[in-house]
């Protein structure tokens, strides 16, 4: 893990020993199997939006399993893959929420820069194999993330999509931070809640009631490819 603002705050996960057998379990696998995302873009959600700038957090399960899908961030693909269903509904929830046109692309890059932490549960999985990195001690690190979030002082807005993502809810101080629930937007559940649920401006509502910058949703309608390293 690349130091950035987020080292002192989980540091000290780093030494404990699910850490190391988790990290032994990771390097097995990718020895054997294709793994994603790429090594290097594991830890890209927390390199793309810096702790002190943290001000919404998206909870996400896993990663894509598919070949170059996956790039570090929840919910978002690289730019020339195909849109994921579940993205082309929080697609059209945007467009419905706060009018603005989906892109071509499925790459979050943009939120990330402003705040928006997009953090799966799990941060790795074994190609064409969902879950498969499931309880190896992923969600140890990940809860300690949302615990550090929780612990700003600020007020974050805290999204959380789908029954996986809503046990989570326990970890936050709904006294101080906002929580905005939803069924997940994946084509088995969108019509059940999540569209209509305007988690967009009920987001940017919350900040600017702190007195916190709202976030620009509208993505750029192009992308250039990502480099092969997270800077």
Not at 194 to 208: D, E, H, I
Request: charged share 20%.
């Amino acid at each position: 893990m690349t130091t950035t603002d987020w080292n002192p705050v989980l540091r000290s996960e780093l030494d404990q020993p699910y850490w190391r057998d988790l990290q032994r379990f990771v390097f097995d696998e990718r020895s054997t199997h294709a793994v994603y995302p790429p090594h290097e873009e594991v830890f890209a959600a927390l390199h793309l939006t810096p702790y002190e700038d943290v001000k919404v957090l998206i909870l996400g399960q896993d990663p894509y399993h598919g070949p170059d899908q996956a790039h570090g961030l929840c919910f978002s693909v690289r730019p020339g893959v195909r849109i994921p269903p579940s993205l082309v509904n929080i697609y059209a929830e945007l467009q419905s929420d706060l009018g603005l046109s989906p892109p071509s692309h499925g790459c979050l890059e943009s939120w990330a820069r402003q705040g928006v932490l997009l953090l799966n549960a799990v941060l790795t999985v074994r190609a064409h194999a969902a879950a498969s990195h499931q309880g190896k001690g992923w969600e140890h690190f990940t809860d300690q993330v949302i615990r550090a979030v929780d612990a700003k002082i600020d007020r974050v807005v805290f999204i959380l999509w789908g029954s996986y993502a809503r046990k989570k809810k326990p970890l936050i101080d709904t006294s101080r931070h906002v929580v905005i629930e939803s069924p997940h937007p994946s084509p088995l559940s969108a019509s059940r809640g999540f569209f209509g649920s305007r988690p967009f401006s009920r987001a940017n509502a919350a900040l600017v009631e702190a007195g916190r910058e709202p976030v620009d949703w509208q993505l750029p309608a192009e992308v250039d490819p990502p480099d092969a390293t997270v800077p």
